[in-house]
């Protein structure tokens, strides 16, 4: 049964370029010939590892995504284990993953959310001249008294300790 892997592995830092190129291409022949199909290759360059692998402390990183049986992926795991330039790898399983976010997809597809609809709402024309001549009026919750009420709050809440230290 055909399945999509990922295998990521990082090679030291001190192989050439020439020779990387080999080693990803020799990794991608044993998948043909093992009967898997290559998708993708990403050579994701010399980046800094978190900690020290092997007394290294950067590699480069190279992303395989594949579609093969275990059987196969059994062997590139090998292939990479005893490979003396490959420091690290790891394999993951992709097609769950894929089944997963495809349910996921669909899910959000078929609930569509209230407000993504549109409301629609009444055209209206109006010119830049009638906008202009008209007076723009303060809002209804700033008249003057709602401004007193707000100024006499802090003096009263000023006050309020000075009385306390009168009496005391």
């Excluded at 360059?45 to 990183?61: E, P, S």
């Excluded at 990479?80 to 495809?102: C, G, N, Q, Y």
Aim: cysteine-free.
């Amino acid at each position: 049964m055909m399945r999509t892997y990922e295998i990521m592995f990082i090679v030291r830092p001190d192989v050439e370029e020439v020779d990387l190129d080999k080693l990803i291409e020799g990794f991608q022949k044993n998948v043909t010939d093992g009967g898997g199909e290559i998708r993708s290759t990403e050579k994701m360059g010399r980046r800094r590892l978190a900690y020290t692998v092997r007394k290294f402390n950067d590699g480069f990183y190279v992303l395989l995504n594949i579609a093969a049986e275990g059987k196969l992926i059994t062997e590139i795991e090998r292939r990479l284990r005893v490979s003396e330039p490959v420091i690290k790898f790891i394999t993951v399983r992709m097609d769950e993953e894929e089944k997963r976010l495809a349910k996921i997809k669909a899910h959000r597809e078929t609930h569509v959310k209230r407000s993504a609809i549109p409301v629609a709402q009444p055209a209206r024309i109006v010119s830049m001249d009638a906008v202009a001549e008209t007076p723009v009026e303060a809002p209804a919750a700033e008249t003057p008294a709602a401004a007193v009420e707000t100024a006499e709050a802090p003096a009263a809440a000023v006050e309020a300790p000075a009385e306390a230290v009168a009496t005391a």
